[in-house]
């Protein structure tokens, strides 16, 4: 059996014993399936290796020293010497981040005259599921071509139907369920396990790109509803990305005392309506079966008096919904499609983002859904 030279030439760079012996292995030309067996584990954690031992040699030899720790994942990175043709330094990235979100907030969100509401009983929920802004695929690869201009263009035009079909109630709740962005930073890689990602266009764009569709949804909110408050969850593919977006909205309405930008960094985020209480969180952590404990212990001094109880989260893209200690557990869908992992992973599920109108006294009245095929229906473009 042909040696393959390649796996040779990754041993050097391999941290974990259990790398050295997965390569080594592999370098005497055996398949990812018979290395697997061999070492009884899954072979997308063979390929998983393979890939990861690669990317550190590639970082070692583009000038890039990484400290790894024990588990063989990064601890310290830092640039040695003149970066190579077309590499960013750390604090290159920063400072192009930084001046993206002083382009977008060159002005600010002044006070305007509320509209004349009088449904001070009615609260709009709009819950934006997984966006995945920044997000890449290929038709013949993941069923349809998306990138991040069609990505923005879906969330605007939803957030017309959506915000359209609402009655006009004196307050507004955005709920962005988190994974906004599917980049967390340049390296196109989960920030958690590293796995790769298809990105479409520069980090620092897909930023400006997401503050500008967030603002779209406030300030057409702001037409007909007194109050907006929103509340930007970490999701696992931007736990940091989303700070940003917080902070550049903050600033933004600073000035506008009927935005209130909700920007606690913790997991849950909790409101109460008159006899309804609200949980918001990804649902990556906690998970969403212990989410009915967790918010009896957080809310029993006070708010867990509520008649009706909602924990609202993201992060599996398909709706399901169970009730749990008075509490009804909800997840919604996104409004992106699948990329090229999920599609060959066989995950499949609708495209939608919905809005709840919750009565002070009376708990869910209505919902309204603006699903992907209707969205682009109105504009001629499904």
């Not at 929920?125 to 995945?132: L, N, P, R, S, T």
């Amino acid at each position: 059996m042909k040696i393959d030279p390649d796996y040779k030439s990754l041993l050097p760079y391999c941290i974990t014993e259990k790398e050295t012996n997965y390569i080594k292995y592999l370098s005497e030309g055996k398949s990812q399936k018979d290395c697997a067996l061999k070492y009884d584990i899954a072979r997308s954690t063979v390929a998983d290796t393979i890939y990861r031992v690669r990317i550190r040699k590639e970082k070692q030899q583009s000038g890039q020293s990484t400290l790894y720790n024990e588990s063989g994942t990064t601890s310290q990175t830092w640039i040695k010497g003149s970066s190579s043709k077309n590499q960013r330094t750390a604090k290159e990235i920063i400072d192009i981040t930084v001046s993206s979100f002083n382009e977008t907030v060159k002005t600010r969100s002044v006070k305007t005259t509320a509209p004349k509401t009088k449904n001070k009983d009615l609260l709009s929920c709009i819950c934006i599921g997984d966006a995945h802004l920044g997000m890449l695929s290929w038709k013949s690869k993941a069923i349809e071509d998306f990138d991040l201009k069609i990505g923005c263009k879906d969330l605007t035009l939803a957030a017309d139907r959506i915000l359209d079909a609402t009655p006009d109630t004196q307050e507004c709740l955005i709920a962005q369920l988190g994974d906004f962005y599917h980049i967390d930073d340049s390296l196109n890689q989960t920030p958690q396990n590293k796995n790769p990602l298809d990105a479409d266009s520069r980090f620092s764009k897909i930023i400006k790109s997401g503050i500008y569709v967030l603002r779209y949804f406030i300030d057409k909110a702001l037409t007909k509803h007194k109050i907006v408050r929103v509340r930007n969850v970490a999701g696992n593919h931007d736990p940091h990305s989303h700070v940003a977006l917080s902070c550049a909205l903050s600033t933004f309405y600073e000035s506008n005392k009927r935005v209130i930008i909700e920007d606690s960094p913790r997991a849950m985020y909790y409101y109460r309506f008159g006899n309804n209480l609200i949980g918001i969180t990804h649902g990556h952590m906690p998970r969403p079966d212990k989410l009915p404990s967790v918010m009896a212990v957080d809310c029993a001094e006070k708010d867990w008096e509520c008649k009706f109880k909602y924990c609202w989260h993201g992060h599996i893209h398909t709706k399901r919904s169970f009730e749990a200690m008075n509490v009804i557990v909800e997840s919604f869908r996104t409004l992106a499609p699948q990329d090229a992992w999920t599609v060959d992973s066989g995950y499949r599920s609708g495209r939608e983002i919905q809005a709840i109108v919750l009565d002070r006294d009376y708990g869910e009245v209505e919902r309204h859904t603006a699903g992907i095929r209707r969205v682009r229906h109105d504009k001629g473009l499904s």
